[in-house]
T-cell receptor, first 112, second 115 residues
Framework: DQQVKQNSPSLSVQEGRISILNCDYT??????FLWYKKYPAEGPTFLISISSIKDKNEDGRFTVFLNKSAKHLSLHIVPSQPGDSAVYFC???????????FGDGTTLTVKP | NAGVTQTPKFRILKIGQSMTLQCTQD?????MYWYRQDPGMGLKLIYYSVGAGITDKGEVPNGYNVSRSTTEDFPLRLELAAPSQTSVYFCASSYPASGTNYGYTFGSGTRLTVV
């Protein structure tokens, strides 16, 4: 049973437009959600997080939205840039447990 | 500041061989993790540790062992390698609370092929 799902394996957008990456989870015990970005041949790097007491968190061009009732979160990138082309992983964890559960990732391609 | 260092970067093993993947962090993080990533898939937790002398199984621990004798080091041991262990292995670390707000710091990975 996959507890964190990213249903879109890939997404292609034009430079300057908005990228929206989606993530669904099933475990209602998760109380923190994070997004990581991964370039080929590198480890994932932390991008942005949100706790379950919030519904939105912004950091520059990146905004994460959380809909607890739907068990859904999304990452918005505005405006998208070619350097944003990477694999994006959604992760969820219980704050007291420390270990994260990851989705399968979405490959974002931003075309110039 | 090196962060999380993994060695080797690449390795080819024959079926039945054993090896140790090394992981060292210099950030004084208490928590350390081992994940594997199969092609087209997400990261699956193998083992994790919340401090020196303490380890626990993750989602896919079979065929692996770990030890945590120091805060800095968290080696992953593969005994009797099998083709199903062909994967990219990532080590990560975090402070106890920072994993929620600042995420993990990952190493660059070890690409292992078992033939």
């Amino acid at each position: 049973d996959q507890q964190v799902k990213q249903n879109s394996p890939s997404l292609s957008v034009q430079e300057g437009r908005i990228s929206i990456l989606n993530c669904d989870y099933t475990n209602s015990m998760f109380d923190y959600f994070l997004w990581y970005k991964k370039y080929p041949a590198e480890g994932p790097t932390f991008l942005i997080s949100i706790s379950s007491i919030k519904d939105k968190n912004e950091d520059g061009r990146f905004t994460v939205f959380l809909n607890k009732s739907a068990k859904h979160l999304s990452l918005h990138i505005v405006p998208s840039q070619p350097g944003d082309s990477a694999v994006y992983f959604c992760a969820a964890l219980r704050g007291d447990a420390g270990k994260s559960t990851f989705g399968d990732g979405t490959t974002l391609t931003v075309k110039p | 500041n090196a962060g999380v260092t993994q060695t080797p970067k690449f390795r080819i093993l024959k079926i039945g061989q054993s090896m140790t993947l090394q992981c060292t962090q210099d950030m004084n993080h208490n928590y350390m993790y081992w994940y594997r990533q199969d092609p087209g898939m997400g990261l699956k937790l193998i083992y994790y540790s919340v401090g020196a002398g303490i380890t626990d199984k993750g989602e896919v621990p079979n065929g692996y062992n770990v030890s945590r004798s120091t805060t800095e080091d968290f080696p992953l041991r593969l005994e009797l390698a099998a083709p199903s262990q062909t994967s990219v292995y990532f080590c990560a670390s975090s402070y106890p609370a920072s994993g929620t707000n600042y995420g993990y710091t990952f190493g660059s990975g070890t690409r292992l092929t078992v033939v």
